[in-house]
């Protein structure tokens, strides 16, 4: 909590045991997808009860450490693996949607789910992704669900502005579920010396996905579209607002960030560009921030004592990043709040 709020975190990953990577394997060495029923599949693969009680208490130890009420779920974004043969991807995303809706069925009141989709950049649009969309968002009661936008990680995918995106636009402007927008797999051969360099690829797509989203036409076809980039947007602008190489547009109501970023002079770069009202709280916790800030002792990724000091911030914006904004771009997750 903060001050007696409750903090709602926008992005979260789930923590299942091994998160997977034993049926990835098999799947892909087999070229076969996994069964029908993938809950049947967990205890294949190392995921017994007390496997999984071990990762969750880890997770929730460390929300609890970092003072976040809830999060709100979604894939490890290095796991959507967009570039897997079709007749795979679709059961892979299937697996991974039971091991997100396991942990919010365990722990419902600190965790809502956000489904990853099976992805294909080759295709005329994302109709194909309707069906797994709506079956989570009925079946298992997911509150978003997360876009990469360039799934085969070698920069073939149309731009977010495109109608392709469209089919899944539409679906969720009509059920009021935000779009987690999120880098994944970054496939250019010139990042092979950058260690974990698909982080690179973060920030060059969740940028690129911001421009597109803001000199498109996209809010304008889905008014009510909620969209929330992670990582601040992946980079900042470099021009002054009133300058025509920025969209001249108000985003207000469709085009978030969150505050998942590390460095604090580009947090607070990123909060005062973006503005308190766009800016929602998410720390991905626990993920790529455990690094020990030297001035505090603290992991980097306990942001809220840091939000919480933020001496250009006044109360309300505070309480606006921690706990208000998530009401207005993801009301069914918010609940939980």
């Not at 049947?40 to 017994?48: A, H, I, N, T, W």
């Not at 999120?182 to 990042?191: F, I, K, V, Y």
């Not at 990123?270 to 921030?289: D, M, N, V």
Request: proline residues 7%; charged residues 20%.
């Amino acid at each position: 909590m903060y001050n007696g709020i409750k903090v709602l975190d926008i992005h979260g990953h789930y923590s299942a045991p091994v998160n997977g990577g034993a049926a990835v394997a098999l799947m892909m060495a087999s070229n076969t997808p996994l069964s029908d029923d993938p809950r049947k599949d967990l205890p294949r693969f190392g995921m017994s009860e007390q496997a999984w009680a071990g990762a969750l208490k880890r997770h929730l130890d460390m929300m609890d450490d970092h003072n976040i009420d809830a999060q709100l779920i979604g894939p490890r974004p290095f796991l959507m693996l967009g570039w897997m043969q079709k007749h795979l991807l679709g059961s892979w995303c299937r697996f991974i949607n039971h091991m997100i809706a396991r942990q919010c069925a365990t722990h419902p009141t600190r965790f809502s789910g956000a489904a990853c989709l099976p992805q294909n950049p080759k295709a005329d649009d994302l109709s194909d992704c309707l069906p797994e969309l709506e079956y989570c968002h009925r079946e298992l009661g997911f509150t978003g669900c997360y876009l990469t936008p360039d799934p085969a990680g070698d920069r073939s995918s149309p731009g977010m502005d495109d109608k392709y995106w469209d089919p899944v636009y539409a679906y969720c402007e009509r059920h009021q579920l935000p779009i987690i927008v999120h880098g994944t797999n970054c496939t250019d051969p010139r990042l092979k010396t950058i260690p974990h360099n698909y982080q690179i690829g973060f920030v060059w797509e969740q940028y690129l996905a911001t421009q597109l989203l803001s000199h498109g036409d996209v809010f304008k076809r889905f008014p009510g579209l909620k969209v929330v980039v992670c990582h601040c947007g992946g980079s900042l602008d470099r021009f002054i607002k009133s300058d025509h190489h920025l969209a001249q547009k108000d985003l207000s109501k469709n085009l978030f960030f969150d505050t998942c970023a590390l460095d604090l002079d580009f947090l607070e770069a990123a909060i005062k560009q973006r503005t308190p009202k766009r800016i929602l709280f998410g720390t991905e916790t626990p993920g790529s921030g455990g690094a020990i800030r030297p001035e505090t002792g603290r992991p980097g990724d306990d942001l809220v004592p840091v939000i919480g000091k933020m001496s250009f911030l006044n109360e309300d914006q505070k309480v606006d990043i921690f706990h208000n904004n998530c009401k207005v771009v993801a009301p069914a997750f918010a609940k939980l709040g």
